[in-house]
């Protein structure tokens, strides 16, 4: 048996990634009862990163990729 050489069996890695890989996602969102509507778009509106979106949509500006 000198000299033969065993074949590796073919692997696809990518195929091999997508068996293990579990989707993730979010499937449900809760807002605790104590928050009303008028509570979250309040707390929105004090939201620094949210306050610009905001504007947009309440002026109907479409953004630049500069603004994003």
Do not use: F
């Amino acid at each position: 048996m000198l000299g033969k050489v065993t074949k590796t069996p073919w692997v696809d890695e990518l195929e091999r990634a997508n068996d293990c890989a579990i989707p993730l996602g979010l499937h449900a969102l809760q807002l605790l009862p104590e928050m009303t509507n008028d509570t979250v778009a309040e707390l929105q509106l004090d939201d620094p990163v949210l306050e610009p979106i905001s504007s947009w949509l309440e002026l109907e500006y479409e953004p630049t990729l500069d603004d994003l």
